[in-house]
């Protein structure tokens, strides 16, 4: 218990330092990637609800601490979207290895209209632009883009060795019994 | 019925969300340490704002390259530089734009643009240290750039004037008419809202000044923007105007902080 905090923590912080230090300088057109908020959607789909929306708050407690914006925002949009990134994976789409692909990349869509619709509604109009259109798709991109190494380092933080391995090959259509002796994937962190 | 797991999660979720919607509404009403934590998080991770500034960013290459070009072209024409600055002296005198001269002020260099994809600001490598002070007006050469929103010892955040939060109040060159223009976020022009009397005629193109009155938060004639559009407001008496902004936000490099402090008297809409 104590060590996943510990290496949660690594965890955060160094993508907070990367996420300062880098992300500005490493834009697609003009927008940077979300490490923190993909840290909460991992720890969501790694770890499941409940691990999504404490990683996540604590994530976005960190980015509220750096933004100008309105403090706590980013904890309550990080942590709902942990949550339900979580929820989803575990009731909806089931762990496919495939499958935190696309749920992380709608997430993190999801994640910054969600952002931005509170933020108009507490008076930050500018964000009511296709601004923050744009935002959502490349950070929803960049999201799906990396949500697998993520996933990896999340495992990590619960125990898990941090080495990389491909996702076992999907059983074959119509292949009801399981197959013995056969590893479960690791990429995605789920137990089956 | 819900299982246990699905039980805690859901509880969990709801008292983070309690906790998060209590700090936001902290922080709205302004009340609490939340500032004073930003501010010491702020000097916290400053240095590695500037390590990865320094790794990867503010690449002057172009920019000197571009001087260098521009000081070549002026020394082997000197006399239209003379004509040009004669012209130049002629038209500030003509609009009364002169930048203050009596107000100290301090050069600083831009050490890092907004972290975040919704933050309209940069920060200085200037700070209480040099005698900055929050709400300083932050300029360049060529209008105004924001102001001083937050100060550590040896740094500052300076909110852009495209910014819904700033506020500027605004003179007409021609007409002398005055009123406030706010930002609207990246990339968008200012706008000025319920400005003018329909009678008052604003031209595109036409130059707006910080009218600088008792109280402003800013001194006055420093350049803040063009007229690009103007157009009829609700109330048929009055239109609105949308400016771009006099200085180039997307090129920030040196910047100067006005060592200003409102004059006492009534409070303006400015901020």
Partial sequence: MTATVLRTAVVLVTALVIQIAVAPWVTIAGVQVDLLLLVGLAAGLAGGPERGARVGFVAGILWDLVVAGPFGLSALTYGLAGYFVGSAQRSVVGPTWWAPIPGAGLAAGAAVIFYAGVGVLLGYTEWLSGQTLKVAAVVGLTAALLVLPALRILAWTEGEPLGLRLPSRPPRRGSFAPRRGRRRSVTTGFRR | ?271
């Fill in chain 2, 1 to 271: 019925m819900l299982s246990r797991g699905q039980g805690q999660s859901r509880f969990t979720l709801a008292v983070l969300v309690v906790i998060s919607v209590t700090i936001l509404a902290v922080d709205l009403l302004g009340i609490g340490p939340l500032g004073l934590v930003r501010d010491t998080a702020s000097g916290v991770l400053s240095p590695v704002r500037a390590i990865g500034d320094g790794l990867f960013g503010r690449d002057d290459s172009a920019e000197v390259e571009r001087l260098r070009d521009r000081v070549a072209e002026l020394e082997g024409a000197e006399a239209a530089a003379a004509n040009a600055e004669a012209e130049l002296r002629r038209l500030r005198e003509a609009y009364g734009i002169d930048l203050p001269a009596n107000i100290d002020a301090v050069a600083a260099e831009v050490i890092s643009e907004g972290v975040s994809n919704f933050e309209q600001s940069i920060e200085i490598d200037k700070g209480a240290d040099a005698g900055l002070e929050v709400d300083m007006p932050v300029v360049t050469g060529a209008g105004l750039v924001g102001v001083v929103e937050s100060v550590t010892f040896t740094s500052a955040r300076i909110r852009l004037v495209t910014d819904s939060s700033v506020n500027v109040g605004v003179r007409h060159v021609d007409s002398g008419d005055v009123a406030v223009a706010h930002g609207q976020g990246v990339d968008q022009p200012l706008f000025v809202e319920n400005a003018f009397e329909a009678a008052t005629e604003v031209a595109d193109d036409d130059l707006f000044v910080t009218a600088g009155r008792q109280g402003s938060n800013f001194p006055p004639d420093i350049p803040v923007g063009h007229a690009i559009q103007v157009r009829g407001a609700a109330n048929p008496l009055e239109r609105e105007v949308f400016l771009r902004p006099s200085a180039d936000l997307g090129r920030l490099n040196q910047v100067t902080v006005l060592l200003y402090r409102p004059t006492p008297g009534a409070s303006t809409e400015e901020g």
